[in-house]
Every structure is written in structure tokens, then in C-alpha cells.
């Protein structure tokens, strides 16, 4: 069955750093365009960044720019957010998504918590 597995959320202070990980399993994950999501209560949920299945292009939510970094290992079937420089308004749920042309909503994790408090 397909399945995306988050992990690496959890409190950190303002200024400090990250790693998400999303494990992959059930599709051909090469093949997906993957991206990071995050959604903080009360509000809409929002891409955070995108990466391309084979040429890893990479595209990202302005205020996130410089701080974070979204990659990807296709040998392991998993797609990685590196998020440096922490701040508090980056407090949300995060969720992996994979998706693929015709993009019509693809396959979603169940999420991982990130907290940004001093």
C-alpha cells in the first residue's frame, strides 16, 4: 500500500534547526513531484516548497527562502526538509504530499509537528 511517513518535527527555539523527512513506499517515487505542505490552526494550509522527480528542481514559499532546503534521495525513496533559522510564525503541521502529471492531489502524509518557541 502506498504510504508517507514523516518524521523529525518537534520544539525548537527561534534561530534553530530542523530536518523533516518524509519515507516513501508503494509508488514510484522517482517519478513524483514531491512537496512539503505545512498548516498552522487556524489558518489555510500552504506549500512550503516543491521538488521535481529526476532533474531535482526546487521551488519554495518566499518566506521560507534562504532558510530552508528540500531534497530528495531516490535510492531511498525519501524527500528531506533541512529548515535552519527557525521562526516562530514556521510553527505548523507539516505534511509530505507526492503527486504526479496529471497532478490531481496524490498521496499525503499524516503529518509532523513543528514548534518554534522560546
Known sequence: QVQ???SGGGLVQPGGSL???CAASGFTFSNYVMRWYRQ???KERELVATITGAS???DYLDSVKGRFTISRDNAKNTVYLQMNSLKPEDTA???CNADR???QGGY???GTQVTVSS
Open 101 to 103: 502529471r496529471p497532478f
Open 93 to 95: 503541521v507539516y505534511y
Open 56 to 58: 531535482f528542481s526546487k
Open 108 to 110: 499525503w502524509g499524516q
Open 19 to 21: 530536518r523533516l523527512s
Open 4 to 6: 508517507l511517513v514523516e
Open 40 to 42: 498552522a490552526p487556524g
